[in-house]
């Protein structure tokens, strides 16, 4: 069974029992009498409020004294718990540990990042080539600013998906006709003048295919 230590709403605080210091922060309740944490031989611990799980866990399980902190809900009419009463020396090797995790965390973010990025280039590059193999007759800068602009991580893009991924011809033909659209065309005028979409898609749709079929020939 977990020792309860109380923290009471501060125009509640009382005065202990036995040495009558307070209004008291901390107080235990020993037949129904207020304690404080000095009587209660409790007073060499220090207060760690809830919110960090980890450091929490390893806190408690590092002390060899320990007491749940609670306090009273009047909303809810319940006592719920506000955090523990620790060792200091448990304490601070519990915020040791998390600083390590977090050091190590940050690391692998670094390198995932990194290997991330590498994988991303040599795709981008992978894609500019198919791009190219597709429509020998793309300006190569456009063909790498394709591949860039659809492939881009977290965008959501034809580029990304994996199909595309796959280097399946349909998917990459998809995201040279959605650059060409917004490129070369004026769609986004035709979008931002009030045109609806499909209206705006069909008004521009042969001179999609008009680009599309001049890349396609051999230079």
């Not at 670094?110 to 793309?138: G, M, N, Q, W, Y």
């Not at 591949?147 to 995201?175: F, K, M, N, P, Y």
């Not at 499909?198 to 680009?211: G, Q």
Request: with cysteine.
């Amino acid at each position: 069974m977990d020792l309860v230590v109380i923290e009471p709403e501060p125009h509640k605080r009382r005065h202990c029992a036995e040495c009558r210091q307070g209004p008291l922060r901390f107080h235990i309740l020993e037949f129904n009498a207020v304690i404080c944490l000095d009587c209660a031989d409790l007073a060499h611990l220090v207060y760690l409020p809830r919110g960090n799980a980890a450091l929490t866990r390893r806190a408690r399980e590092a002390s060899s004294l320990w007491a749940v902190v609670i306090r009273h809900n009047k909303r809810r009419k319940r006592y719920e718990r506000q955090g523990l009463l620790v060792e200091e020396t448990a304490l601070a090797h519990a915020e040791s540990s998390c600083l390590a995790d977090a050091d190590a965390r940050a690391r692998r973010r670094t390198r995932d990042a990194t290997r991330r990025a590498a994988e991303d280039v040599r795709f981008t590059a992978t894609l500019t080539t198919k791009i190219l193999h597709l429509f020998p007759s793309c300006p190569p800068h456009r063909a790498q600013a394709i591949a860039t602009h659809t492939s881009q991580r977290g965008s959501g893009r034809v580029g990304r998906s994996a199909a595309a991924r796959a280097l399946d011809e349909a998917a990459i033909t998809a995201a040279v006709r959605a650059a060409i659209r917004h490129e070369d065309t004026p769609y986004d005028a035709l979008l931002m003048s009030g045109v609806p979409r499909w209206k705006a898609r069909a008004r521009v749709a042969r001179a999609i295919e008009t680009i599309l079929t001049t890349w396609q020939l051999e230079p």
